[in-house]
């Protein structure tokens, strides 16, 4: 699972607070809005996050990316 708050969006690159549950969103990913890649700058303190959830989780918003709509909150849940 990969939770996600939008925390700031500055020169084309989102930056995010993630984490493996809602209660620990420790660490900090950066998505490109230039060619929608990621880097998962900061893991999470007390939860793990996938690279293969992650790339799901950006995948299924591109979409609202091309289009400029920001969530606030983004996830990837399995099961």
Do not use: W
């Amino acid at each position: 699972m990969v939770y996600c708050n939008l925390q700031k969006m500055e020169n084309n690159i989102l930056t995010y607070a993630i984490g493996g549950s809602p209660k620990d969103l420790t660490g900090i990913l950066s998505v490109s809005l230039d060619d929608y890649s990621h880097i998962l700058e900061k893991k999470p303190n007390n939860s793990t996050v996938h690279e293969r959830h992650i790339d799901a989780m950006i995948r299924r918003h591109i979409h609202e990316y091309k289009n400029k709509i920001f969530e606030r909150k983004i996830s990837y849940e399995i099961g």
